[in-house]
């Protein structure tokens, strides 16, 4: 009889990533039913080592800096062997952390860069190379450098951008990485890259309702299976409080092309009572016009059924987007509403992708009234946003079904 495929989650930093893997873990152990299939590897400190422990094969899995700010992962053959050989191994990483501070005792202020995140991924995948793993996946909240991934477009301007996406997503194949797993990536360009190098993608959609998840797929079933739906679908369920506080004056704005397939989407899924035509009637579509790097300018498409003549001033406005950083978008699109006098305008995104030099900007509260994000992000109190903690969740759904595609190949 085979051994069963073990799954096993390695934080490859600290804090906050360390409680996203052990929250991931406790929700495929408890509500997914892995208890004997599902382990959990916290990577350590340095300093978190007792000094009789010696530099071999007794050393622990370390993910730390050294003093210059260089990576230093290191891992003892008795760890590699007896805890990471022959598993599934899925390594959860933030690989964005704003505030982070690269050593937290000291007064240093160097902060941990996107860049630090993404060299510790490559560490970790060098060090487990030394054993044989059944597949390595990299479990990410918000997949980093997808901004460049209008390349083409702006070369058809005369415009060459670094294809900072594609490098990034090569050197973790090169690595060893098999499959990914991330909460609503930018550009379904990440996508196409990785499947044109054979890395398996599993996304996590937190704008979809319940119709789109198969419970089966999960291994789910009744009451827990109810459960577990309401976490996957953290807008749809705030939606539908808002549906029942205000159902006649409730609506969602699409701010630009990227967002409109986005918005549609949501829409017919909470709007299932209504038509076609009547569901559009709900949806503001806007156009976004990059003057300059910094500047943009917004307004109404021609087809859309909102306008200037009719915006609803007892309206709720629900713009919905990915990434949410200086608000400048969001700000351009809810003045426009706010101006003809609306009741509420909100904002929901998935990622607070935010610096601490934004938050001036980003905590502007002239025209928007709240904004809610998803916990992908690790921030600084002082963001004016409301979180939804849903990434592990989310990501833990994801990492099952890839978890269940390498058990099904076996």
């Not at 450098?145 to 490098?167: A, M, N, P, T």
């Not at 190098?197 to 996590?204: E, I, K, M, P, R």
């Not at 859309?304 to 919905?320: A, L, P």
């Not at 400048?328 to 607070?352: D, L």
């Amino acid at each position: 009889m085979a051994s069963p495929t073990k799954l096993l989650l390695v934080s490859c930093s600290d804090r906050e990533t360390r409680d996203l893997s052990q929250r991931i873990f406790e929700i495929l152990r408890d509500d997914y039913d892995m208890e004997s299939h599902v382990e959990l590897l916290q990577s350590k400190h340095v300093s978190e080592i007792g000094k009789d422990v010696a530099k071999g094969f007794r050393s622990p899995l370390i993910a730390d800096f050294f003093v210059d700010g260089e990576v230093q992962i290191d891992v003892g053959m008795n760890e590699l062997k007896d805890t990471i050989r022959g598993k599934h191994v899925a390594l959860v990483e933030h690989l964005f952390t704003p505030v982070r501070r690269m050593f937290e005792a000291s007064e240093e202020l160097q902060v941990v860069s996107i860049n630090d995140h993404i060299k510790t991924v490559h560490g970790m995948l060098d060090v487990i190379k030394n054993v044989d793993a059944l597949q390595k996946t990299l479990v990410a909240p918000y997949l980093v450098y997808v901004r460049s991934h209008s390349i083409e477009k702006y070369q058809k301007r005369g415009l060459y951008q670094f294809d900072s996406l594609r490098e990034m997503l090569v050197d973790f194949q090169k690595k060893g990485l098999n499959a990914l797993v991330v909460v609503d990536p930018h550009s379904m360009k990440a996508v196409s890259i990785a499947e044109e190098l054979q890395v398996d993608v599993h996304l996590a959609n937190p704008f979809q309702s319940g119709r789109a998840i198969n419970v089966y797929k999960l291994g789910l079933s009744g009451d827990k299976a109810a459960s577990v739906l309401a976490r996957l679908r953290p807008f749809q369920e705030r939606f539908a409080e808002l549906k029942r506080e205000n159902p006649d004056h409730l609506y969602v704005v699409s701010v630009d092309d990227g967002t409109e397939t986005r918005t549609e989407n949501f829409m017919e899924r909470a709007f299932p009572e209504l038509s076609p035509e009547e569901v559009y009637a709900k949806l503001a579509y806007l156009d976004k016009e990059r003057i300059n790097y910094s500047d943009s300018k917004t307004r109404f498409k021609s087809f859309s059924r909102i306008n200037e003549s009719n915006i609803d001033s007892e309206g709720t406005f629900v713009i919905i987007d990915d990434m949410y950083a200086s608000a400048g978008t969001a700000n351009n699109a809810a003045r426009i509403f706010k101006e003809h006098r609306t009741k509420r305008v909100e904002v929901w995104t998935s990622h607070p992708v935010t610096m601490p030099t934004q938050h001036e900007k980003a905590n502007d509260r002239s025209y928007i009234d709240k904004v809610v994000c998803l916990d992908t992000v690790p921030q600084h109190p002082s963001l004016d946003v409301e979180y939804i903690p849903a990434s592990a969740d989310l990501l833990a759904a994801g990492l099952y079904k890839a978890h269940q595609k390498l058990v099904a190949s076996r």
